[in-house]
């Protein structure tokens, strides 16, 4: 009997809206696990190359992992992955919720989606069954709309789906898939893929039981979380107020918060937008994903823009994208924003820094009141701000401009708005400034989606003496780094950790909960392999599995014609920051170079193209996926 998996991908044509069953073995399971592992080797197996993000050739997929089910804290996300309208390489994006327990019930672990249907349907999954169902009627609604009729038609307030609205369905291309209206698949463009398949949803209600080799085990472990997690300095804060109140004054002190479109590194009106002046306003309670005792998501309700507690409330990077990076210090207009985002299914941080983007470009003259339709778009407007998210997410007058996000509404615009884009890949910067955590630098560099702030751990908790040190031994890191740092002890810090993040989005597990700095450490996510499956495993084993999965992202990339050049940082990165107690720091370019020459060597890429070498293809077991 397989433990931790059911065996079956579900395969769906959208084209004549059939369905088939594929079954997997054992060794499929154990070299790719789940996550953005699996997600890869289908991308890679069941899509050809070059074809059009929004055409009928992409394939969706959406996969659980070995973990998913088990009542770990944590164990509840999911990766939808599809080639990125937004970068035209690899897309992925992870959520928690409650989805992947659903559809994992459902008696499915992953489902591969291909073509277009010939009208808007949604998938609908239950007791090892799937159905099209029409979704005519919820075509052009929002996304809180939309799960409202779903489950009323089948009669079930527990069903669980991912869905778009009105972003999704217009194909903007960074249009997020939402889960039960607060959790978001945010990044690369996944829920415009969606819209590009006249898919409207996939919903789920598991009937069947899920079997794991130790259930004892996994609760011994889930045990020790909930004994502890009041006395870890992360989930305490996390318990306490979310990544809100985790990061946004704390980066702000330490000058990494990044400000006027990454101008600057602090921000003047902090006070204006903390977490207790949520709580003083629009905060009406908190939520959390499927066995989580940490509640990290916030609720919101009122206020003087009637905001709707059905969508939740802002995380960090919501609030920095709204906040400071437009000089915003209303804290009612960043709830909003976050409402409307997932309301009609767009990614916060490129909606933000598409606006930001504007909005420099206004500053410096280079597009008009004219040309926004008669909105002000200056830095601090924050009602300009909302109203530009009305129009991108309809595609309306600007808004179609921004909807194609900053990269390529700069090259529309022309006269030099290009200088004002901070991309790599076509992709925004999160709220997190390398300038001042230097593996910020690289992990948005390197990162196969564009520029993710989840690639690695966050540098300032690892620096010499600090309290997540100890964290890393298992993996051979015994010394701090410093977070202004890029020489080679920084670069390796750098691809270990890497590894690490990438085996936790192929076990789909939550970097709140797991990894380096974490309450569950990385020997904990041993035992969780060992007791979930029954296989005898290590720390080593599923190291290579992190850097299998950064590596199977790189093949997808290079096959869709990306290499070195698509490493490169914006120049702003070597000029100095404006404010804040690191004013005047910046990278230095050469040392950087010098940086991204020992990573490729690291992970054995060749060093002028960044391509994988053969031999780490071989070590890694994935030669035979190669198609370049």
């Known amino acids: 009997m397989a433990f931790g998996y059911n065996g079956k991908i579900l395969k769906a044509n959208l084209n004549d809206l059939t369905f088939s069953v594929e079954t997997k073995d054992e060794y499929f399971y154990r070299t790719f696990m789940g996550g953005s592992a699996m997600a890869s080797f289908f991308l890679l197996t069941e899509m050809g190359k070059g074809v059009d993000a929004l055409g009928p050739d992409n394939v969706l997929v959406v996969t659980t992992s070995i973990l998913t089910g088990t009542p770990l804290p944590g164990a509840n996300r999911y990766t939808v992955a599809a080639k990125s309208p937004l970068?035209?390489?690899?897309?992925?994006?992870?959520?928690?919720?409650?989805?992947?327990?659903?559809?994992?019930k459902s008696g499915f672990d992953a489902i591969v989606i291909k073509g277009k249907a010939p009208k808007p349907v949604y998938i609908w999954l239950t007791g090892n069954k799937a159905e099209y169902k029409d979704a005519a009627d919820l075509w052009g609604h929002d996304?809180?709309?939309?799960?409202?009729?779903?489950?009323?038609?089948?009669?079930?307030?527990?069903?669980?789906?991912?869905?778009?609205?009105?972003?999704?369905?217009?194909?903007?291309?960074?249009?997020?898939?939402?889960?039960?209206?607060?959790?978001?698949?945010?990044?690369?463009?996944?829920?415009?893929?969606?819209?590009?398949?006249?898919?409207?949803?996939?919903?789920?209600?598991?009937?069947?039981?899920?079997?794991?080799?130790?259930?004892?085990?996994?609760?011994?472990?889930?045990?020790?979380?909930?004994?502890?997690?009041?006395?870890?300095?992360?989930?305490?804060?996390?318990?306490?107020?979310?990544?809100?109140?985790?990061?946004?004054?704390?980066?702000?002190?330490?000058?990494?918060?990044p400000t006027r479109n990454f101008q600057g590194g602090s921000f003047e009106g902090i006070e204006h937008i903390t977490y207790e002046k949520l709580t003083n306003t629009v905060l009406s309670g908190r939520d959390t994903c499927?066995?989580?005792?940490?509640?990290?998501?916030?609720?919101?309700?009122?206020?003087?823009y009637d905001i709707d507690p059905k969508f939740g409330g802002p995380e960090y990077e919501t609030v920095g994208a709204f906040g400071p990076n437009i000089m915003n210090e209303d804290i009612e207009v960043i709830a909003k924003a976050h409402e409307l985002c997932n309301k009609y299914s767009l990614d916060t941080i490129e909606t933000g820094m598409a606006i930001s983007f504007a909005m420099e470009c206004y500053e410096n003259g280079i597009i008009s009141r004219e040309q926004t339709d008669g909105l002000e778009l200056t830095f601090g407007n924050g009602d300009a701000a909302l109203k530009m998210i009305e129009k991108i997410a309809h595609k309306e007058g600007f808004g179609a401009v921004l909807a194609e996000g900053s990269w390529r509404a700069a090259r529309q615009i022309g006269n030099g708005a290009e200088r004002f884009v901070m991309t790599v890949k076509k992709q925004s910067f999160a709220m997190h400034e390398p300038r001042g955590k230097n593996n910020i630098a690289l992990a948005y560099a390197t990162s196969p989606t564009g520029a993710d702030h989840i690639e690695a751990a966050h540098d300032m908790p690892y620096e010499e003496g600090r309290w997540a040190v100890p964290d890393?031994?298992?993996?051979?890191?015994?010394?701090?780094?410093?977070?202004?740092?890029?020489?080679?002890?920084?670069?390796?810090?750098?691809?270990?950790?890497q590894h690490a993040?990438?085996?936790?989005?192929?076990?789909?597990?939550c970097f709140f909960t797991a990894g380096p700095g974490r309450l569950f450490r990385l020997n904990h996510v041993v035992e969780m392999v060992k007791s979930a499956t029954g296989w005898e495993t290590s720390l080593f084993e599923i190291m290579l599995l992190g850097q299998r999965t950064t590596t199977l992202a790189r093949m997808f990339n290079v096959?869709?014609?990306?290499?070195?050049?698509?490493?490169?940082?914006?120049?702003?990165?070597?000029?100095?920051?404006?404010?804040?107690?690191l004013t005047g720091v910046k990278l230095d370019r050469d040392q950087f170079k010098r940086a991204l020459d020992l990573y490729y060597e690291m992970m054995g890429w060749d060093g002028s193209t960044g391509i994988p070498k053969e031999s780490k293809l071989q070590h890694l077991n994935i030669a035979d996926l190669t198609q370049f």
């Open 87 to 104: 970068t035209d390489g690899f897309g992925e994006s992870e959520a928690g919720g409650f989805f992947s327990i659903e559809l994992k």
């Open 143 to 257: 996304s809180g709309y939309a799960q409202d009729k779903i489950r009323e038609s089948h009669g079930d307030d527990r069903i669980q789906m991912i869905c778009i609205g009105q972003g999704g369905e217009n194909q903007v291309r960074y249009a997020s898939i939402i889960q039960n209206l607060r959790h978001a698949n945010g990044r690369t463009g996944m829920g415009a893929v969606f819209g590009s398949k006249n898919l409207k949803a996939i919903a789920a209600r598991g009937k069947e039981k899920l079997a794991f080799s130790d259930p004892g085990g996994l609760k011994k472990l889930t045990a020790y979380f909930i004994e502890n997690m009041n006395e870890h300095p992360v989930s305490a804060i996390l318990k306490k107020g979310g990544t809100f109140e985790w990061d946004l004054e704390d980066l702000n002190a330490d000058g990494v918060l």
């Open 290 to 304: 499927y066995a989580c005792p940490i509640r990290c998501k916030q609720v919101c309700t009122g206020g003087k």
């Open 472 to 497: 890393v031994y298992p993996i051979g890191i015994l010394k701090g780094v410093p977070a202004r740092d890029l020489s080679p002890k920084k670069v390796s810090w750098f691809v270990y950790n």
């Open 501 to 509: 993040y990438s085996f936790l989005n192929s076990l789909s597990l």
């Open 559 to 581: 096959r869709e014609g990306f290499d070195r050049k698509d490493d490169e940082l914006p120049d702003r990165l070597f000029e100095h920051l404006k404010t804040g107690p």
